[in-house]
């Protein structure tokens, strides 16, 4: 059992091309980011479209998380097994395939076939760049350089805002899907081409058989991450259920906004996403305490959340405020991913790291379709919106504190 840091290979040198491969990286990881919070912006307009229910709206992005989250283990085996360049852009065709059948969805059946699909295909988008990472940089860089990537990725947050909603009254959603689809099928062109693997570890250095179900007992024993992993299901789960579903219709339903103006608050959010995800970071690379640092911007995430409930949040200037401290403060999945890398040993970062993401992911997924029914069920009873959202904001706040509350016991490192 895994109870302190594993003593780790020697890192290799970073490889000739890092920055280019870093750049090809970025791309995909982007149109991942892109890909799980679209759906806010434009589910007024789909829901009237495809006559979709909360519960429908919730099950579509639910889909996306769930076979990224299942995706997973395949991810995490295939990287260890057959390096990146050969598991991205695999799974990147689903997501190109995905992409049109959403362009040509007629109701939320087909929508969550495509949903399903894309998932898939960014089931690696951010896992890859992080397992060469891993391989090539000394564990303190490793935060910075997972920040770094996850920080400019909220780009894709940032053009799922405006630039999207302004981009479907031009020319219609399913006609973006179908230029996404091109651009997603270039992305996967430019990893095969222009991403080496790390080197191969010695035979001598592997642990176990590198199966799936090996390197999942060998995690699951590792006992100082059990107060980790209900952080890492539910942290960024709530942030992209917030983000990604339900603020659209709670600017619409709540505040009144139509679809260029909520397009506007949503970039703003996206933009205090990707500022958080920078500045954790440095922080952390600066500080050596991910452990403080993901407790507090947990309890700040909590604070906003339940002050959103307030009747005395009225105005949209109030509700920006606290929808951008929430999306800086909530961004800690890089610092909790460089707590949990920490106790793994090289031969089972892939499928450590890869595990990781299924929780985030696979949280994210049952929140999302515990929303949509939690959503239909109080409108059922009939609140008003402002009391549905304010109900279901103090509810996503209490989850939060629960699983922060279970990292405080956490150890910071293996020492």
Known sequence: MHDTVAPSVRAPRILPGTMLAFLVFLIGYTLSQFYRS??????????????????????????????????????GAALDNQGPRRTLPALMLAGVAGAIVFARASDARSAMVAMGLIGIGCSAALMGPLFVFARTSPPHRFALLSALIIGLGTLGNLLGGTPLAMAAEA????????GLAAITLAAAALVGLLVKD?????????????????????????RALWPV??????????????????????????????PIARG??????????????????????????RKVLALGGSLIAVAALAALALPTNSTTAITTILLCVFGFSAMTYGTIM?????????????RGMSFANFLCMGGAG??????????????????????????????????????????????????
């Open 171 to 178: 020319f219609g959603w399913r006609n973006v899907f179908y």
């Open 264 to 289: 506007n608050v949503i970039f703003l959010m996206a933009a205090a996403i990707g500022l958080g995800a920078l500045a954790y970071g440095p922080l952390e690379s600066w500080l050596r305490r």
């Open 229 to 258: 992993w209900p952080l890492m299901a539910f942290g960024y789960g709530i942030l992209i259920t917030e983000r990604g579903l339900w603020v659209g219709p709670y600017l619409s339903e709540v505040h009144g906004l139509e």
């Open 38 to 75: 679209f759906l806010a912006v434009i589910a007024p307009e789909l829901s009237a479209e495809l006559h979709l229910s909360a519960t429908d709206l919730g099950n579509i992005s639910a889909c996306w998380f769930a076979t990224f989250a299942l995706a997973q283990f395949f991810v």
């Open 338 to 350: 460089a707590h949990v890398r920490l106790f793994l040993p090289d031969p089972l970062l892939g």
């Open 366 to 415: 049952i929140l999302q379709m515990w929303s949509g029914v939690y959503v239909d069920h109080l409108k059922a009873r009939g609140l008003t919106a402002a009391e549905l959202f304010s109900t279901l904001h103090l509810a996503l706040a209490g989850i939060l504190l629960v699983a922060t509350l279970i990292y405080a016991w956490s150890r910071e490192s293996g020492d």
């Open 198 to 222: 790390p080197p191969r570890l010695s035979h001598a250095a592997h642990s176990g058989d590198g199966g799936i179900i090996s390197g999942l007992r060998e995690i699951l024993a590792i």
